[in-house]
């Protein structure tokens, strides 16, 4: 039985078994649907969270089948349509609820400029002033989604037990679904939970007795007027048909609680009524003797008649919105200064009903209010030149507005003349999400997954294919959701040949197939899937195709006009990042092979000493900078360790490393003392006029004696790790930095290590980022080093770079080298 569908309450309980079980991607009807007997415990859920923090509304996600996106589930609170543009998101999105989901924990944003610093695409969908949590609804090893509530921003935090409290709600809520398997996701629309209006207030217009056994009710005149139903045939489901869809189940358990309980309840519902408007009613249901019998009581929620009348006497104009943005009542003076009719307004949003209205700007001031929670007011001219003013009061349950008469106004900022029809919120959302992602991509595998991960998500699709044209042939740059093997036979398919992904390529005009039939007579033969829908877009940049893009659906559908023309728009930006892309890849190769060339290309053996190094260009740039290590025996039968770090990342900083790691080479090579190695080495910068600074490690060691001569450069320490374990950092003389004055000298510092003692010499990329100073860096790596299982130079020096290598947004380069003395050194 679909959700949204009434049934008779008397009829057999829903489905509860599992359907076909499925491994790959979702197709026709082997999808699993919600079970309905889960969405009370979706609904309470929800309103349990919303309750316990105080907060005016909340979400809930659900995983999709297929566990790529979160869907919406449920929400209490918070008008739908608000959140049209996060209705679905992909599970790796960079949102609050994605990385909640993934992460497993509780993230709590405390107003919009937080929202902005932390989750800038979140403040692009939502610009509005809010505070949130969001908690992962999670029982043992099972995640289900996630729950987002909302409060009014005011700057300051939740408090801890706040925090707990919905982390409480969301494990409860999960422990609660384990029954139901895979039966609860976020495929079906969502349930909306009416939220309980304090006080109860409202017009009594009749009652109906209810038994829940047969199904049957009998309902009193008075309420029959009100349902206009006509000659009523008794049974409960010709009642429910005037419900609105998504009321009808948590109507129906709750009458069937309420039953089983012996106890009382209370309960909204919308009532639709015959003109396409909706009325809201409180229902107060009773037992009695018999246990499967309720009488209900029905209120007028919509207005009380006597605050009606008050309001009528007004000569203000007073109008009343619900949630979802909906006109539920105007008075006499609203109806003059708005020069509407009530007939006109009742059960339609202002900006559908009145044209003049009809700017996104007026919109989003009811957006604003109904999410920060906040009055807000504005001005609008009605035509031909009558201004009015605006103030808006919100609160969970819907907005109460005021119209008054005002002077012209001098806000640019607002539309003075009827606006055409705005772009739907969810399309242009899209086009934002994946522009931004596509901003942070670099190179064309990150393009490839900023693709993948956007465009399924927000628009519902199974399958993904990304196509480069390279040498009059289509090449598969990156796939998703298809069979094995499914698009092995098309690589390397001629651009010329007559297939849907081909001809859009040499065409440039997208094709749109939105049944299998549409497909098959379009292209006899061509071989399927199980998809019911596809779009075969065009990448198109600077006037000339770069590629084609294919999407699947598993179902038939409509591609709407707005369809349309975003995905089309999201192929110009694909192809545009495209070709970003493959530019940089290109001047990325010619920089990483510089750089190679630059770094030893393989560590000299030492008697008596191992070495090894790691080196890891930083994620963001070029890939290149200006870390350079070096071990260079003499011929004394010691060895200078060095590692040093010019400034900077670019193709002149790795040029300038080049250059001193070449000088230092020449300067150590033979019995100079490291100290005038350093200040010659600091001469020929200056002389080099690069504009450049440098940071230098110098170690003259005689593996035999054990004995060390270091010098430092405005670089950080080497630590220590002696053989039983206990692990220090270095204490060595510290000079300024190479290249800022010819007069400097640089202090040595001589010592003698312990047989089998473990040096590590480190730039600072590995050890500073913006969560940690250079001291909680070196202090970290230092304890590391110290609770290494392995001293073993391959997989120590792995671990010792590992959080850096996790790293997918590292600003600086790193370079690592490491050397353990023999246990026999020394005299």
């Not at 709590?108 to 403040?123: E, F, K, N």
């Not at 909302?150 to 809520?173: E, I, K, M, S, V």
């Not at 000088?663 to 001469?683: I, L, M, Y």
Request: charged share 20%; with cysteine; glycine share 10%.
């Amino acid at each position: 039985m679909h959700p949204g569908v009434p049934a008779d309450p008397s009829g057999p309980p829903p489905r509860t078994d599992p359907g076909p079980a499925r491994t790959g991607p979702p197709s026709g009807d082997a999808r699993p649907h919600r079970d309905t007997a889960a969405e009370p415990l979706l609904a309470d859920g929800l309103l349990r969270a919303v309750r316990a923090t105080a907060a005016y509304g909340g979400v809930l996600y659900l995983h999709s089948a297929d566990r790529r996106s979160l869907a919406v589930a449920a929400v209490v609170g918070i008008p739908l349509n608000l959140l049209e543009p996060f209705r679905r998101i992909a599970v790796a999105a960079p949102l609050p609820v994605a990385d909640s989901y993934r992460g497993g924990r509780t993230i709590v944003l405390a107003d919009a400029d937080d929202t902005m610093r932390r989750y800038p695409r979140l403040a692009v969908g939502l610009p509005y002033a809010h505070a949130s949590a969001t908690t992962p609804v999670t029982a043992g090893d099972r995640t289900y989604g996630a729950i987002a509530v909302f409060w009014p921003a005011d700057g300051t935090r939740p408090p801890a037990t706040t925090r707990r409290q919905l982390r409480t709600a969301g494990n409860r809520l999960a422990t609660a679904l384990l029954p139901y398997g895979d039966r609860v996701g976020g495929e079906e629309p969502p349930v909306v939970v009416p939220l309980p209006v304090p006080g109860g207030d409202g017009v009594r217009v009749g009652f109906f007795d209810w038994d829940l056994e047969t199904g049957r009710i009998a309902v009193d005149e008075r309420l029959r007027e009100i349902l206009g139903t006509g000659p009523f045939d008794g049974r409960g489901a010709t009642l429910l048909e005037r419900v609105a869809p998504e009321d009808v189940t948590l109507l129906r358990e709750a009458a069937r609680r309420a039953a089983r309980q012996g106890r009382p309840f209370t309960h909204r519902v919308r009532l639709r009524d015959p003109g396409g408007g909706t009325r809201q009613l409180d229902l107060h249901g009773q037992p009695v003797a018999d246990p499967a019998r309720l009488v209900v009581a029905v209120l007028d929620a919509t207005a009380a008649a006597a605050a009606t009348a008050a309001v009528e006497r007004l000569r203000d104009g007073v109008f009343a919105l619900d949630p979802d943005g909906r006109v539920g009542y105007v008075n006499r003076s609203a109806e003059m200064l708005l020069h509407s009719t009530r007939a006109d307004l009742l059960g339609r949003r202002p900006w559908d009903a009145l044209g003049w209205l009809g700017d996104p700007a007026y919109e989003d001031r009811y957006r604003s209010a109904m999410l920060s929670q906040q009055p807000t007011a504005f001005l609008a001219r009605r035509p031909p030149d009558h201004w009015l003013a605006f103030s808006l009061y919100p609160d969970a349950h819907g907005l109460t507005g005021r119209i008054v008469p005002a002077a012209p106004s001098t806000d640019t900022t607002l539309p003075e003349a009827p606006p055409p029809t705005p772009a739907p919120l969810g399309g242009v959302y899209h086009l934002l999400q994946l522009a931004s992602a596509l901003t942070e991509a670099v190179t064309v595998r990150e393009v490839a997954d900023a693709v993948t991960d956007q465009i399924l998500p927000g628009f519902g699709g199974q399958e993904l294919a990304l196509y480069l044209a390279r040498a009059g042939r289509m090449h598969l740059l990156t796939q998703t959701g298809y069979p094995e093997g499914f698009l092995d036979p098309f690589e390397g398919t001629p651009i010329r040949a007559r297939l849907p992904g081909t001809e859009v390529f040499t065409t440039g005009a997208p094709v749109f197939f939105e049944t299998p039939h549409e497909l098959s007579a379009a292209y006899p033969g061509i071989p399927r899937d199980e998809m019911g829908a596809w779009a075969f877009l065009p990448l198109i940049a600077s006037g000339h195709p770069v590629g084609s893009l294919i999407l699947g659906f598993d179902r038939p559908r409509v591609f709407s006009a707005e369809d349309r023309s975003v995905l089309t728009a999201l192929g110009g930006l694909i192809a545009q990042a495209l070709e970003r892309a493959r530019l940089y890849d290109a001047e990325s190769a010619v920089a990483r092979g510089l750089q190679q060339a630059l770094l030893p290309h393989r560590l000299p053996a030492v008697p008596g000493l191992a070495t090894t190094a790691r080196y890891l260009p930083g994620t963001r740039g070029m890939d290149i900078g200006g870390d350079w290590y070096d071990v260079l025996p003499t011929p004394d039968g010691g060895v200078v360790l060095i590692i040093g770090d010019v400034e900077g990342h670019s193709v002149k900083a790795a040029a300038l490393m080049g250059q001193l790691r070449s000088a230092v080479r020449a300067f150590a090579s033979g019995d100079e003392p490291v100290e005038t190695v350093a200040r010659r080495t600091n001469q020929l910068l200056l002389d080099l006029d690069a504009g450049l600074l440098a940071s230098c490690c110098l170690l003259r060691l005689h593996p035999a004696t054990r004995t060390l001569r270091a010098v430092r450069a405005g670089h950080p320490p080497p630590l220590l790790r002696e053989p039983d374990g206990r692990t220090t950092v270095l204490d060595l003389d510290g000079g300024p930095l190479l290249g800022i004055d010819g007069g400097f000298d640089f202090p040595a510092t001589e010592t003698r290590l312990p047989p089998g003692a473990t040096l590590v010499l480190y730039t600072d990329g590995l050890v500073e980022s913006a969560t940690a100073t250079l001291a909680e860096g070196i202090d970290r790596l230092r304890t590391a080093l110290a609770h290494a299982p392995t001293l073993d130079l391959e997989p120590l020096a792995d671990l010792l770079v590992g959080r850096a290598r996790q790293d997918g947004w590292r600003a600086d380069d790193v370079a690592v080298l490491v050397a353990r003395l023999g246990e026999g050194s020394g005299a």
